[in-house]
């Protein structure tokens, strides 16, 4: 397996050596071993059949060839032509170069990986999102595209671009999402926080220069113009859509990160009742001794299994609303809870009624990240229980069955 691996190594350093392509200041041979470098780090962490591992450590190397020989957007389709070339002069057999032009087409945009192998090389390529090189990865491609393209690319616009980007990417294995996640949001919030920035800046700088005539003869102050932009707490609405963005999405991902934290707590302790059940209780007859601490055992699986449910049982409202609750500001349509039961029309009405009244959608907004939060704290609550009986009640189970042999042993 090395030795497909290594060789390929070898051919696309060479390919890209005798290139003498000054223009890739991006996808060159040192994103390329980056690539390699990441694949090989999650080969490591997963248990892959040795052909599948083969498979996409090759089109690590191979999969950004295409840049050398044609044009960027078609780039991947050129690689795993020069790939299955090179393999099968080589004497690869067809499975293995399926898999290499699989891997390689998977990492087109928007990715589609359909197996393990294939989300790995796809984490592997934007490995760099979650990374503090993100900044001067994202640089040098800029200046590439404007390179190839012989055009140039506003700041604004690149900026743009690129937090749609992070926002829309999703890293496919756990490993990836463990690992990266939390760098790649950081790099998002920067340029958020960035463009916030610059927008006020360019704001104030309009201010500064700028002089908006109402009416002929009437003046209005450029600084009372800026203001129109700005919410009525005196706050830019975009710092303010950014808040409430960043703000929910953080609770969601806590309430995501609590339900998975609940669900390892069920899983495991339903594996420890299904082994103590199935092994253990068969014996007690012959163990006695050994009853009490089994009981023990069961109880503090099962009472660790009833919070952890408890933390991610869904609680919906009513789900319905009157034309009075809207009129009178009382109903929250952000919150699906509120009107599952309601009809299209009163729905489309009542979210119509809200936007018109910015003090209403505010206040909308600003319930839900309450509730949100309410919800997130009870979540993490019963979560936190869940945790501590399982820890403590493990170890008196623990100390439970040590007490039981040792009683049996002084008997004896």
């Given at each position: 397996m090395d030795n497909l691996i290594e060789q390929s190594a070898s051919a696309v350093t060479t390919l890209y050596q005798q290139s003498g392509r000054t223009d890739l200041l991006y996808h060159n041979i040192v994103h390329t071993r980056e690539v390699a470098e990441a694949v090989q780090l999650m080969c490591n962490h997963y248990d892959l059949q040795p052909e599948e591992e083969e498979a996409v450590r090759i089109a690590a190397w191979w999969h950004d060839v295409g840049y050398l020989f044609g044009p960027a957007d078609t780039h991947e389709a050129v690689s795993a032509e020069k790939a299955r070339g090179w393999l099968s002069a080589h004497g690869a057999v067809e499975t293995l170069i399926r898999k290499v032009e699989g891997c390689i087409a998977a990492t087109r945009m928007?990715?589609?990986p359909r197996n393990l192998s294939e989300q790995i090389i796809c984490d592997a390529d934007l490995f760099h999102l979650g990374t503090p090189e993100f900044g001067a990865n994202s640089k040098m491609l800029r200046k590439e595209i404007e390179l190839l393209t012989g055009k140039e690319i506003k700041g604004t616009d690149w900026r743009i671009s690129t937090i749609h980007l992070l926002e829309q990417h999703r890293y496919f294995t756990d490993f990836a999402r463990h690992r990266l996640e939390e760098g790649k949001q950081k790099n998002l919030e920067s340029l958020l926080r960035k463009q916030e920035d610059k927008r006020v800046q360019r704001e104030a700088r309009e201010k500064s220069e700028a002089t908006v005539f109402k009416e002929p003869g009437q003046k209005e102050s450029a600084g009372a113009a800026a203001s129109k932009a700005k919410d009525g707490f005196g706050i830019p609405k975009r710092g303010i859509e950014t808040m409430f963005r960043l703000t929910s999405r953080n609770h969601m991902e806590?309430?995501?990160?609590a339900d998975s934290k609940a669900n390892i707590m069920i899983?495991?302790?339903?594996?420890?009742?299904s082994v103590v059940l199935s092994l253990l209780l068969r014996r007690l007859e012959d163990m006695p001794h050994l009853l009490v601490p089994t009981l023990i055992l069961l109880l503090v699986n099962i009472t660790t299994i009833i919070f952890a449910v408890l933390a991610t049982r869904p609680n919906l409202t009513k789900g319905y609303f009157s034309r009075d609750d809207i009129r009178a500001k009382k109903v929250n349509l952000l919150f699906f809870g509120n009107f599952h039961k309601v009809g299209l029309d009163d729905f489309d009405w009542g979210m119509?009624?809200?936007?018109k009244d910015r003090d209403?959608?505010?206040?909308s907004m600003i319930r839900d990240i309450y509730f949100l939060g309410k919800v997130l704290g009870v979540k993490y609550h019963l979560?936190?229980?869940?945790?501590?009986?399982?820890?403590?009640?493990?170890?008196?189970?623990?100390l439970a069955f040590a007490i039981a042999e040792i009683w049996l042993f002084n008997q004896s």
């Open positions: 928007p990715q589609g806590l309430s995501g990160m899983s495991v302790n339903a594996i420890i009742i119509k009624e809200m936007m209403y959608l505010y206040s979560l936190r229980i869940s945790y501590s009986v399982f820890m403590f009640g493990l170890v008196l189970a623990v």
